[in-house]
């Protein structure tokens, strides 16, 4: 562990700064009483990509069903209102920092947006076989 103090111009501590050790973080993270979370380093690379494939997904899903609902005789105005939402909703939260941020949040967006993403094939492929 290596201990910084900076001083202002009069030689007062302005500020501390603490670098801790990987190999020693845990042992510190007890004596301040805050948990110490295991996180495997690929985790946020797969959830960033998980997310990313998703959230595409959706915009692309949607961008094609709005098109081929919009070339029907009588396209279903409520389907393409919904279309139009969830492609929305999905280039928000792709432009949103924040949906990228930490693993609990990704993991949170894929655990929602991957059943969302399959109900939406499933009826791309039932409009198909119709």
């Given amino acids: 562990m290596k201990v910084e103090f900076l001083k202002d111009a009069q030689g007062n ?3 501390v700064h603490i670098n801790v050790d990987k190999a020693e973080w845990p042992d510190v993270a007890r004596q ?3 948990p110490v979370e295991e996180v495997n380093p690929f985790d946020q690379y797969r959830l960033t990509e998980s997310l990313n494939s998703i959230l595409n997904g959706l915009v692309a899903l949607s961008s094609r069903e709005q098109l081929l609902e919009e070339r029907e005789r009588t396209p279903d105005k409520k389907r393409l209102t919904e279309l139009d939402a969830l492609q929305w909703e999905a280039l ?3 432009d949103d920092p924040h949906s990228f941020s930490s693993v609990v949040q990704m993991q ?4 929602h947006y991957g059943p969302v993403l399959q109900e939406q094939k499933k009826k791309s492929l039932l409009r198909k076989t119709a």
Avoid: H, P, R
């Fill in 13 to 15: 501590t302005e500020s």
């Fill in 108 to 111: 949170q967006l894929v655990d």
């Fill in 32 to 34: 301040l009483n805050v």
């Fill in 92 to 94: 928000k939260l792709l």
